[in-house]
């Protein structure tokens, strides 16, 4: 067995069958719209990306769940919900293009490509981006979404600007790096707060002004940055 059978689901239809396509159709009416995330853009999303390709392969009978998964390397596929919520707070528009820190298992990148939008993502773990590029290749993903294995929190600056950036993991504030990567008129997205529990918050930047907003709390992964040893 190789390294990523273990991982992913069999099968590289996208979509799966008609059951995984219920699934989806019950995770956006009973997780998603219901706590009122009604952009229907996002919801559109999340009823088509298939959430199955992009968890291992023995959690894919929980993968429409409303929980977070785990996903190896001490890392998670967050909860569809908040990975709605977020998207739906970069206010998400055809042909857009969006930084995202953090890969993970490709899931987010997934949503935010069938949002329209071009994505570049940057994976500090090289075998989670590995498996993020294969789970995008089944997905029929893999045109819109740029993979680059790197610390995250200094963004990707030969694509600077980006209309979008979004931060899948806790930090304590937004990064300086990724501030002056966002075009004038852009957003942000991040959980920011302590390693336990953070605050999903906005950006919006307005030439040298800066507007925040802060919405429900979160748990995410915290930050790595530079030469931060995961666990400190």
């Not at 009122?36 to 392969?57: C, I």
């Not at 680059?148 to 980006?162: H, I, K, N, T, Y």
């Amino acid at each position: 067995m190789s390294f990523l059978d273990g991982f992913f689901s069999t099968g590289g239809q996208r979509g799966g069958g008609a059951d995984d396509a219920a699934r989806r159709r019950r995770m956006v009416e009973r997780q998603i719209r219901r706590r009122g995330v009604d952009d229907e853009r996002v919801l559109s999303a999340m009823e088509e990306v298939p959430r199955h390709l992009f968890v291992r392969a023995g959690d894919r009978s929980r993968a429409y769940q409303d929980s977070a998964l785990p996903i190896g390397h001490d890392q998670t596929i967050s909860q569809p919900y908040i990975v709605a919520r977020m998207t739906e707070l970069l206010e998400p528009d055809e042909g857009l293009t969006a930084l995202e820190v953090g890969t993970g298992s490709g899931y987010q990148a997934a949503v935010l490509a069938a949002c329209g939008i071009e994505v570049f993502s940057v994976e500090r773990i090289a075998p989670l981006s590995e498996r993020a590029r294969e789970a995008l290749l089944q997905a029929g993903y893999a045109d819109r979404v740029h993979l680059r294995v790197g610390d995250g929190s200094l963004g990707w600056p030969e694509e600077a600007p980006f209309d979008r950036i979004v931060v899948t993991a806790g930090a304590a504030e937004l990064p300086d790096p990724l501030r002056e990567q966002l075009a004038d008129g852009g957003v942000a997205v991040a959980p920011v707060g302590g390693r336990s529990t953070q605050w999903i918050r906005r950006y919006r930047r307005q030439g040298d002004r800066w507007e925040e907003e802060e919405f429900e709390a979160a748990r995410f992964v915290p930050l790595i940055r530079g030469d931060e040893e995961e666990g400190r």
